[in-house]
Nanobody
Framework: QVQLVESGGGLVQPGGSLRLSCAAS????????MGWYRQAPGKERELVAT????????NYADSVKGRFTISRDNAKKTVFLQIDSLKPEDTAVYYC??????????????WGQGTQVTVSS
């Protein structure tokens, strides 16, 4: 059974920091590109950051570059999102994602249940 379990969300003041974690199970973690997405009220889900499975290349949305850092620990099957210099517009539910496309173009795409991040004074 595939599971992605996020943790680390909460209420934080502007300028503060959080570290989100996503613990994976039920699939071969180091075969998958891992990512974080977020969805704010009334908005579509958007990409925040991704990290590739082998060389750990990262990709970030322009809105979070320089403030967010994605990392992964393949031994612990966990992906992290360090969030610094939080802004009110970062308020959203943050979702963990695992994605793999095989050489036969079969796609595997898994989601966590989300963790709420609220930035407010």
């Amino acid at each position: 059974q595939v599971q992605l379990v996020e943790s680390g969300g909460g209420l934080v003041q502007p300028g503060g920091s959080l570290r989100l974690s996503c613990a994976a199970s039920g699939f071969t973690f180091n075969w998958y590109t891992m990512g974080w997405y977020r969805q704010a009220p009334g908005k579509e889900r958007e990409l925040v950051a991704t990290i590739t499975r082998e060389d750990g290349r990262t990709n970030y949305a322009d809105s979070v570059k320089g403030r967010f850092t994605i990392s992964r620990d393949n031994a612990k099957k966990t992906v992290f999102l360090q969030i610094d210099s939080l802004k009110p517009e970062d308020t959203a539910v943050y979702y963990c994602n695992a994605r793999r496309v095989t050489s036969y173009s079969k796609e595997y795409n898994y989601w966590g249940q989300g963790t709420q991040v609220t930035v407010s004074s």
